[in-house]
């Protein structure tokens, strides 16, 4: 099992938990966030706090590990480009299998996780959770109104931003030869 021989990048230790179905542990953490959470034009930022709240409770087969993960987003809103940063939360749900257990049909090693040594590694878990679930176009809030698409002026600073209608450039001569007041009625 590669799960087994790798080294735990967020363990957390289950040896008070006993192996009777229906035992629970809780456990509060609060680690630096590991590299490579992110999508595009926004993740968790590396070393950033994540704070992290689990239930374990021993089930037949393994330990299900249930809780969520509290962090701040850091991106590029993809209206505006503005960057900004604004809190998450993340549900963590995962069933680890003691050894010798676990399910026959899995196509690979990988994804099936494993308690060893009464210790599991919640990294693939949060990863999974916390990726797998950020926006692919992500906004530094609901009510962005982006970019003019005429000059590019962030239209947050200035909702009342607007341009003249453009002239016609097959008319635009005729203002040098119509007299003021009528070169406004033709446009």
């Not at 034009?41 to 374990?56: A, E, I």
């Not at 308690?115 to 878990?125: A, E, G, K, M």
């Not at 990726?131 to 239209?155: E, I, Y």
Request: one cysteine or more.
């Amino acid at each position: 099992m590669t799960n087994q021989k790798r080294n735990l990048a967020l363990p957390l230790d289950l040896h008070a938990l006993g192996r009777h179905p229906g035992e629970m542990i809780e456990r509060h953490m609060n680690v630096p966030a590991p590299a490579d959470l992110a999508v595009g034009m926004v993740g968790v930022p590396k070393g950033s706090p994540v704070d992290l709240s689990v239930t374990c409770q021993s089930v037949g087969d393994g330990v299900l590990v249930q809780g969520d993960a509290e962090v701040t987003l850091a991106g590029q809103c993809a209206r505006c480009l503005a960057d900004f940063e604004q809190p998450g939360r993340f549900e963590l749900q995962e069933l680890y299998y003691y050894p010798g257990k676990g399910p026959d049909d899995a196509k690979d090693e990988d994804e099936v996780l494993f308690v060893v040594d009464n210790v599991v590694d919640l990294d693939p878990v949060l990863r999974a959770a916390i990726v797998l679930n950020l926006p692919f176009s992500p906004l530094c809030s609901s009510d962005c109104a982006g970019l003019c698409p005429v000059c590019g002026a962030d239209l947050n600073d200035d909702p009342n931003h607007h341009h003249d209608e453009p002239v016609d450039t097959r008319w635009a001569k005729l203002k040098d030869v119509i007299p003021n007041n009528l070169s406004d009625q033709v446009q």
